[in-house]
């Protein structure tokens, strides 16, 4: 994928955060404003990875909605989990996702092709190509 600039931003939003993992995360409009801390499946918070596996989650769905409609199929009731990793990697730290999206009333095989096609449009899916591992499963509900 070529670098791609905007011609015609759409919406802008800032998030502050403090004292990283173990700190403080608040938007600009107030929407997200959460205490933050270490990975912990024992003591659940919110941490980077929730966040980006709720971001990347909800606008690949929205994307696999405007694909699909424009390829005559009603995505509206799809459900797409993001399931992020944080691992090692040789130079530090990084992150892989696996994106799984089911959707109801469609074969396996327009599930796989809808799902690839939303991968190619959604604007998450653009920042992370040829960065990190990403993984797109579509299935029929």
Request: net charge negative; proline share 7%.
């Amino acid at each position: 994928m070529p670098y791609e600039s905007l011609d015609k931003p759409l919406y802008s939003i800032a998030a502050t955060a403090t004292g990283g993992r173990s700190g403080h995360t608040r938007s600009a409009d107030g929407v997200v404003d959460l205490p933050l801390g270490k990975p912990n499946p024992s003591n659940p918070v919110a941490n980077p990875e929730t966040l980006f596996a709720a971001g990347y989650a909800a606008c690949y769905n929205g994307a696999l909605a405007l694909v699909a409609q424009r390829e005559g199929v009603d995505a509206s009731a799809a459900e797409t989990t993001a399931d992020v990793t944080l691992g090692e990697t040789a130079t530090g730290f990084g992150l892989a996702v696996a994106l799984t999206t089911t959707i109801p009333g469609v074969d396996e095989e327009t599930a796989q092709r809808l799902a690839d096609l939303a991968h190619e449009f959604c604007p998450y899916s653009k920042a992370t190509r040829g960065n990190i591992d990403v993984t797109v499963v579509g299935k029929p509900a």
